[in-house]
């Protein structure tokens, strides 16, 4: 008979999800339910304060569902002021439970940020609560976006600029959240600013492709008048790559129609005005390359007094003439 005792395995405890990844399914599945933004705003508030020390570490923000939830309703027109007044509130509380700004949510399958998405709806008054609260205007999110760039991106498919998305841009502006001058971003995005501020003539990605468009370029390519217009009025310019790009995908003969827009009434733009408007003068600047302007100090007056040069040659010399010029298909 065996005498031997016979060996238990102690059961090892169920693990318990923390207290951090508790509030974020809470509020997550609140933000599903009926009157979910309401409901996420009671559990903040009656949240502990290690569990938000929690939820920050976990950089997880739970206004990110939120304003997709009351983006939902976006139209042309705006949103309602019932919706706006609630996300207020709802950023006021995180602000007073301490919940960081810059944290962070999966909605889908990207990564978004309550800025951008703020930006991207046209809620202007929750835009102007979370830059005042510290949210950093260069953070991109996963689509690569950051809140300057979604600020013209109308989420109704039109290809209208919104007034609601026209109060966001210049709230960006006002509160000095984006800046014309590369060496001004250049400067600031160093070190513990990195992010504080945004390049009016940066690139960033569009979703579903490789390819990266800055916002006047994507003004063109949407035939965003409005934007076109507000950008170049704030002292955004064409660079080298949206030139580039605008003849790589023959964007050229509507890049001229849109730059004779933004100077005169687009019902008095006539086939003189166009073939004006391949000429260089001072009120059309903006829409010459850099590189251009580079070939004419380079030129080096071409022999010429300076005044002479600058009135007779300079006018006709075409945008692409310091550019080498090569056949390609259309990308977009």
């Known amino acids: 008979m065996n005498t031997s005792k016979k060996s238990y395995r102690r059961r090892k405890p169920r693990k318990c999800e923390p207290l951090s990844q508790l509030l974020q399914l809470q509020c997550e599945s609140a933000i599903q339910a ?144 984006v800046t014309c001058d590369l060496g001004e971003w250049r400067k600031m995005n160093q070190g513990p600013s990195l992010g504080c501020l945004c390049y009016s003539n940066d690139n960033c990605a569009i979703v579903g492709s490789w390819s990266y468009r800055s916002v006047m370029y994507q003004s063109l390519h949407n035939k965003c008048l409005q934007t076109m217009k507000f950008v170049v009025e704030k002292g955004s310019v064409i660079t080298d790559g949206d030139f580039l790009r605008i003849i790589k995908c023959k964007l050229f003969k509507r890049f001229l129609a849109m730059v004779a827009c933004v100077n005169s009434n687009p019902s008095q733009v006539t086939a003189k005005v166009l073939q004006h408007m391949k000429s260089w003068n001072k009120e059309i600047d903006w829409s010459f390359p850099p590189t251009w302007k580079v070939g004419v100090i380079l030129s080096q007056n071409c022999g010429l007094p300076e005044d002479i040069f600058r009135s007779n040659v300079v006018p006709f010399l075409a945008r692409d003439w310091f550019f080498i010029q090569k056949e390609s298909k259309s990308v977009d």
């Open 34 to 177: 009926p009157g979910g933004v309401s409901k996420v705003l009671h559990l903040i508030e009656g949240a502990s304060d290690h569990e938000i020390k929690l939820l920050n570490e976990a950089r997880y923000s739970p206004l990110v569902g939120c304003i997709f939830r009351l983006g939902k309703n976006t139209t042309r027109n705006g949103n309602s002021l019932k919706s706006q007044l609630q996300l207020d509130e709802l950023i006021k509380v995180c602000h007073r439970r301490q919940l960081s700004v810059n944290s962070s949510a999966k909605f889908g399958e990207r990564l978004h940020r309550p800025l951008i998405v703020a930006a991207y709806y046209g809620y202007h008054s929750a835009v102007r609560l979370l830059l005042q609260q510290g949210a950093l205007p260069d953070l991109r999110d996963g689509d690569g976006k950051n809140v300057f760039f979604a600020a013209f991106q109308n989420p109704t498919g039109s290809n209208t600029l919104r007034e609601c998305d026209k109060q966001v841009a210049e709230i960006l502006w006002d509160v000095g959240a």
